[in-house]
């Protein structure tokens, strides 16, 4: 969930700052490898995270008549709580344990979006944008590219 306000600039640009939080849930189910000397269980869990974002995106305006509409965005993502993810595991009739862990989660990365649209006059969008965040062992990128239908 965000909130942000754009602000008009000059020639139907806009800037507009933005801040939101995000909540994620990953849940891995209960896992049985059943016979022989290495019958295995990985016990169910879930985990959760949340972060809180903000950020500003320079971009052309909704509002304007313009086929051609860039935007670009720069922001900071901050981990509030939740932890990395781990599976536990165990054999059958043995008193050992395994623990397998996740990726871990950066406290704090940056993030980058750029991206291009293009209005054709019958209310279809061409689109593609690029999106990226970094932190401490922690790195994403992202391309997408579409076609919305605009109401």
Not at 17 to 37: D, F, L, M, N, Q
Request: aromatic share 10%.
């Amino acid at each position: 969930m965000s909130v942000g306000y754009a602000l008009a600039m000059a020639n139907g640009w806009t800037l507009t700052p933005k801040v939101g939080v995000t909540y994620v849930r990953t849940t891995h189910e209960r896992v049985s490898k059943a016979g022989g000397p290495f019958a295995l269980t990985v016990a169910r869990d879930h985990y959760v995270t949340r972060f809180t974002d903000a950020g500003v995106t320079f971009a052309r305006s909704e509002t304007s008549d313009a086929m051609f509409r860039p935007y670009v965005g720069f922001g900071a993502r901050t981990r509030i709580d939740g932890k990395r993810g781990e599976a536990i595991a165990g054999y059958a009739g043995a008193p050992l344990t395994l623990t397998a862990l996740g990726g871990p989660r950066a406290q704090l990365a940056g993030t980058a979006s750029a991206g291009v649209a293009y209005r054709l006059p019958t209310n279809v969008e061409l689109f593609s944008t690029v999106e990226a965040q970094t932190g401490r062992d922690d790195h994403r990128e992202s391309i997408s590219t579409g076609a919305r239908l605009r109401f």
